[in-house]
């Protein structure tokens, strides 16, 4: 079982002065690949997980990318098990617009993926959600929101660019 939290947006703010993002992010991501690890191997006994992690520009993407880089990390653990994970991350923003710490755990992922040149077969990156997951050829097992966090407000949320992914996502 997991014990979960829930904490208003001036706390998390209060948590954030506290730690550095980048910490906490690395916590976040940690146990978000965790929490998916044991809801994925607990709940079937397929071959291969199809994850789909839509990731934003600020440090929600940023908690999105460390949960991507901690997936591979365990890795190991799904293939011991029988199976295999398949990671695709739709990065919905603008390299040059990353919060600080979002474009560190951006570096993160894509320091894995260099060092290990054999995860980009597992762990892809797009602009768009790609056709073979519009056309439902590519079972999606999991979705992993990192659009946007506790700094979403009414502004943000009408931007047609997120209003028509998440609603392609949702579909």
Same mark, same amino acid.
């Given at each position: 079982?997991? &014990?979960?939290?829930?904490?208003?947006?001036?706390?998390?703010?209060? =948590? %954030?002065?506290?730690?550095?993002?980048?910490?906490?992010?690395?916590?976040?991501?940690?146990?978000?690949?965790?929490?998916?690890? !044991? /809801? /994925?191997?607990?709940?079937?006994?397929?071959?291969?997980?199809? =994850?789909?992690?839509?990731?934003?520009?600020?440090?929600?993407?940023?908690? @999105?990318?460390?949960? @991507?880089?901690? *997936?591979?990390?365990? #890795?190991?653990?799904? %293939? #011991?098990?029988?199976?295999?994970?398949?990671?695709?991350?739709?990065?919905?923003? +603008?390299?040059?617009?990353?919060? +600080?710490?979002? @474009? %560190?755990?951006?570096?993160?992922?894509? *320091? /894995?993926?260099?060092?290990?040149? !054999?995860?980009?077969?597992?762990?892809?990156?797009?602009?768009?959600?790609?056709? %073979? =997951?519009?056309?439902?050829?590519?079972?999606?097992? *999991?979705?992993?929101?990192?659009?946007?966090? =506790?700094? /979403? +407000?009414?502004?943000?949320?009408?931007?047609?660019?997120?209003?028509?992914?998440? @609603? &392609? &996502?949702?579909?």
């Amino acid at each position: 079982f997991f &014990t979960m939290f829930l904490y208003s947006n001036a706390t998390i703010r209060q =948590i %954030e002065q506290i730690y550095s993002q980048n910490f906490l992010m690395d916590i976040a991501g940690e146990a978000a690949a965790k929490f998916v690890r !044991k /809801l /994925l191997l607990s709940a079937n006994n397929q071959k291969i997980f199809h =994850i789909l992690i839509v990731a934003g520009k600020g440090n929600n993407g940023g908690d @999105a990318f460390a949960t @991507a880089k901690y *997936l591979l990390l365990q #890795k190991s653990i799904f %293939e #011991k098990s029988g199976c295999d994970i398949n990671i695709s991350i739709i990065f919905a923003g +603008d390299e040059n617009k990353f919060s +600080d710490d979002a @474009a %560190e755990a951006f570096k993160d992922l894509n *320091l /894995l993926l260099e060092q290990f040149p !054999k995860n980009n077969e597992y762990c892809q990156f797009h602009r768009t959600i790609p056709t %073979e =997951i519009l056309n439902c050829s590519k079972k999606i097992d *999991l979705i992993i929101d990192g659009i946007f966090g =506790i700094g /979403l +407000d009414a502004n943000r949320s009408a931007e047609s660019s997120f209003g028509d992914l998440i @609603a &392609t &996502t949702n579909s």
